[in-house]
């Protein structure tokens, strides 16, 4: 980056950080719109951060999230210490042939989300279900173990 200099009153050489903050500004623009235009070749795939809900009703926890494109055999969900963790993925092949032209694509995705839950599940009793682009996760609460006192012999 070049540097901006200015004279002060005293001929003392200052440079001019706001002159700095505006190449940066510019630099990073440049680079989001190079990159969300396609500017970047080789770049096959991405990894999305699906949108996701979670609602806590009487004795469940609901997790909804957004994966559009994507097959139930392509999903993967885990719980583990109160956390869920959702994966999947999602490819694409498209072919074009006209007037000399050739063309075959493909695009490959890749959705992961981790999220803490609410509440302590028991995963063994868990459902999933994927419709219409959207997962819907049921996840029964755990026993809350009750206090019990121990007697002292």
Not at 8 to 26: A, L, M, V
Not at 95 to 122: C, D, I, M, Q
């Amino acid at each position: 980056m070049a540097e901006m200099v200015r004279r002060g009153p005293t001929g003392i050489r200052r440079r001019d950080p706001f002159e700095e903050i505006r190449e940066t500004q510019d630099y990073l623009s440049d680079l989001f719109n190079r990159f969300a235009l396609g500017g970047f070749s080789g770049v096959t795939g991405e990894t999305f951060s699906p949108l996701v809900d979670i609602k806590e009703e009487d004795n469940n926890v609901i997790v909804t999230a957004d994966m559009p494109g994507v097959n139930k055999d392509d999903v993967d969900i885990t719980v583990r210490d109160d956390t869920l963790e959702v994966n999947a993925k999602c490819s694409e092949e498209s072919k074009t042939e006209e007037e000399g032209y050739y063309r075959h694509e493909r695009t490959y995705r890749v959705f992961s989300r981790t999220v803490p839950l609410p509440a302590s599940v028991n995963e063994e009793d868990a459902s999933a279900k994927l419709e219409n682009g959207v997962l819907h996760i049921t996840l029964p609460k755990a026993e809350e173990e009750k206090e019990r006192k121990i007697k002292v012999e």
